[in-house]
Each structure stands twice: as structure tokens, then as C-alpha cells.
């Protein structure tokens, strides 16, 4: 099974800064992943896929990057609403499917 | 507008079972991989089962051989039939459209296993 690492567990940035998130897959898995957003109370919302591409919907101060076994979610400029737990997913191997996603990374007011 | 409502959570008590729907709205079930995530209060994501558009199934190690994914074709809805539960099943339950990543989720529907 492919263990997906996020760090830092949790992370204190202030309104208006430049957030960013890591993401380390215990082995390649090329491009193959995703980011999401999850807020208290509510189901988690695809962010980007194939590592660096933005679904539909979301601003472009989110951003990915990164390929094999290290990513990086970068939001340029904090919003009120970005502040929640950032999950990353990898789907590589298939089928059958091994999707693992990290432990996530709680991002908080500073 | 493309949408999966679930339903069907609730209190069970250890070695009962239940069944999770899910009903789609804008898109065919059918046509799609569909999955189910849980997450247990206060953790992460764990992917649990996908249905294949071909109707191939798969399963998490840890519920293999206890849940089965099914779906329902004429009412475009997704199941997920739930046996011989555990305290340590006790979580929210996504139904999810499968693009390889997940790009669409229903709202979830919370599933308790205690005495």
C-alpha cells in the first residue's frame, strides 16, 4: 500500500499570506494526485487533480505542484474561507484500486 | 445540476447491519466508477469500495467480505449494504463519483455502531 505523509499537521498562517502544504508518497506514483478541501461539517471538495490542475471552480490562487513522490499545495493569498483541513490523494495504481489519502493538514489562523 | 444525496445512517448495535443509499442527480451512475469514503469522527479519509461502470467491484482490506457495493440502474442510486458491523465502522459515509480522484461528493450520512 502506498502511505501518503502530509506535513505540517497543522498550519498557522495569517489572512492575506502565502500558505503552503506538503504532501510524500512512500513511492511513486508519477502524477497521479489530488488535493481537497474540507471545512467542519461538510464533505471534502476536489481542489486539483493530475497534481497541478485546478477543477472547475477553484480560484486560481490555489495551486499544485510536483511530481513522483513529492507535492505541494500552495494557496498564494489566505482567504477567510481557506481555512480548513487539506487532504492529499493518490490514485495510481489501478485497477484494483489502492487509493490512499494523508492524515491531512489543518490549516488555522494565525 | 450534478448531485448525490445520501441516506440511511443511523444507530446499530455491533454484528447488525445496514444499508447506505445514495441517489444521483445529473449524471448516470451506471456509466461512472462510483465509490464510498468513510471517515471516522475526529480522522482522516478512508477510501472503502468502487463500482466499476462495468460492474466490477472492489473493496478496502477492511471491510472485505462484509460490505457489498451494489447499484441500482432504473433509479440511478448507489448502495452499500453493511454486515457483521463494528464499533470500528463507526463514521460518515460519502458516496463519490470516481474520475480516478473524486470529483463529486454527496453530503454523507453518519453511521454509529455502538450497544
Known amino acids: 500500500e502506498i502511505v501518503m505523509t502530509q506535513s505540517p499537521a497543522t498550519l498557522s498562517v495569517s489572512p492575506g499570506e502565502r500558505a503552503t502544504l506538503s504532501c510524500r508518497a512512500s513511492q511513486s506514483v508519477s502524477s497521479n494526485l489530488a488535493w481537497y478541501q474540507q471545512k467542519p461539517g461538510q464533505a471534502p471538495r476536489l481542489l486539483i487533480y493530475g497534481a497541478s490542475t485546478r477543477a472547475t471552480g477553484i480560484p486560481a490562487r490555489f495551486s499544485g505542484s510536483g511530481s513522483g513522490t513529492e507535492f505541494t499545495l500552495t494557496i498564494s493569498s489566505l482567504q477567510s474561507e481557506d481555512f480548513a483541513v487539506y487532504y492529499c490523494?493518490?490514485?495510481?495504481?489501478?485497477?484494483?484500486?489502492?487509493?490512499?489519502f494523508g492524515q491531512g493538514t489543518k490549516l488555522e489562523i494565525k | 445540476e450534478v448531485q448525490l444525496v445520501e441516506t440511511g445512517g443511523g444507530l446499530i448495535q455491533p454484528g447488525g447491519s445496514l444499508r447506505l443509499s445514495c441517489a444521483a442527480s445529473g449524471f448516470t451512475v451506471s456509466s461512472n466508477y462510483m465509490s464510498w469514503v468513510r471517515q471516522a469522527p475526529g480522522k482522516g479519509l478512508e477510501w472503502v469500495s468502487v463500482i466499476y461502470s462495468g460492474g466490477s467491484t472492489y473493496y478496502a482490506d477492511s471491510v472485505k467480505g462484509r460490505f457489498t457495493i451494489s447499484r441500482d440502474n432504473s433509479k440511478n442510486t448507489l448502495y452499500l449494504q453493511m454486515n457483521s458491523l463494528r464499533a470500528e465502522d463507526t463514521a460518515v459515509y460519502y458516496c463519490a463519483r470516481k474520475l480516478r480522484y473524486f470529483d463529486v461528493w454527496g453530503q454523507g450520512t453518519l453511521v454509529t455502531v455502538s450497544s
Open positions: 490523494q493518490q490514485y495510481n495504481n489501478w485497477p484494483p484500486p489502492e487509493d490512499t
